[in-house]
């Protein structure tokens, strides 16, 4: 009897190990995406030495506490939250966010003096820019959705300019790569828009 309890507990134990095996060679891959800067041959529209010895310190940058997770965010309705377990930012998008833009912001001025906040006291810049993003997610079906409230600090701290901006752009495919390229539309766009701002106060 005891041996014939034992084959029986080995053939269940093998059975659960094969469904298991079978299970797990069935999942389906995880996809992994990242926002992209600007190409490096962007036409600035600048001269080489319009904006070259100009500094930006840039941080701190702060996202929302609910795009703090691998998945990528999709909201359903105004409320709902859907998270795909399968499609994944490749980095933190905190991370990935801050250094898509200081990468933007070096290309559209032109000047390689573009610093993140951790530079903070070893470098004097012209123009630091504190950003608060309060939205950077996707409606189902709809539009890539980014606001910010962004404030740019001259070198003796004084307030230079303080604004929100909202930006929409239209997802152009189905899938998370659609998604993904309307978000890095609307990070282009807010790159743009303080450029321009830079450009403004650096006449």
């Given at each position: 009897?005891?041996?014939r309890?034992?084959?029986?507990?080995?053939?269940?134990?093998?059975?659960?190990?094969?469904?298991?095996?079978?299970?797990?060679?069935?999942?389906?891959?995880?996809?992994?995406?990242?926002?992209?800067?600007?190409?490096?041959?962007?036409?600035?529209?600048?001269?080489?030495?319009?904006?070259?010895?100009?500094?930006?310190?840039?941080?701190?940058?702060?996202?929302?506490?609910?795009?703090?997770?691998?998945?990528?965010?999709?909201?359903?309705?105004?409320?709902?939250?859907?998270?795909?377990?399968?499609?994944?930012?490749?980095e933190?998008?905190?991370?990935?966010?801050?250094?898509?833009?200081?990468?933007?912001?070096?290309?559209?001025?032109?000047?390689?003096?573009?610093?993140?906040?951790?530079?903070?006291?070893?470098?004097?810049?012209?123009?630091?820019?504190?950003?608060d993003?309060?939205?950077?997610?996707?409606?189902?079906?709809?539009?890539?959705?980014?606001?910010?409230?962004?404030?740019?600090?001259?070198e003796?701290?004084?307030?230079?300019?303080?604004?929100?901006?909202?930006?929409?752009?239209?997802?152009?495919?189905?899938?998370?790569?659609?998604i993904?390229?309307?978000?890095?539309?609307?990070?282009?766009?807010?790159?743009?828009?303080?450029?321009?701002?830079?450009?403004?106060?650096?006449?």
């Open positions: 009897m005891t041996h309890i034992a084959y029986f507990g080995s053939v269940i134990l093998a059975v659960c190990v094969i469904f298991l095996n079978g299970c797990a060679g069935s999942s389906k891959p995880s996809e992994f995406y990242l926002l992209r800067s600007l190409p490096a041959s962007q036409d600035t529209g600048l001269t080489a030495t319009e904006t070259a010895s100009l500094s930006l310190l840039i941080g701190p940058v702060t996202l929302p506490a609910y795009l703090d997770r691998n998945q990528i965010v999709t909201l359903s309705g105004d409320h709902k939250l859907v998270l795909n377990e399968f499609t994944r930012w490749a933190p998008l905190q991370d990935n966010f801050y250094r898509v833009l200081v990468e933007n912001l070096s290309l559209l001025l032109n000047t390689p003096k573009v610093y993140a906040f951790e530079r903070r006291g070893s470098t004097q810049a012209d123009f630091q820019i504190v950003i993003i309060t939205r950077f997610d996707t409606t189902a079906g709809g539009d890539a959705h980014l606001t910010a409230f962004w404030t740019v600090v001259a003796d701290d004084s307030i230079l300019i303080q604004r929100k901006s909202v930006f929409h752009a239209s997802v152009p495919s189905t899938g998370t790569t659609g993904v390229e309307a978000q890095n539309r609307t990070l282009t766009e807010f790159s743009r828009e303080i450029v321009a701002a830079i450009q403004s106060l650096h006449q």
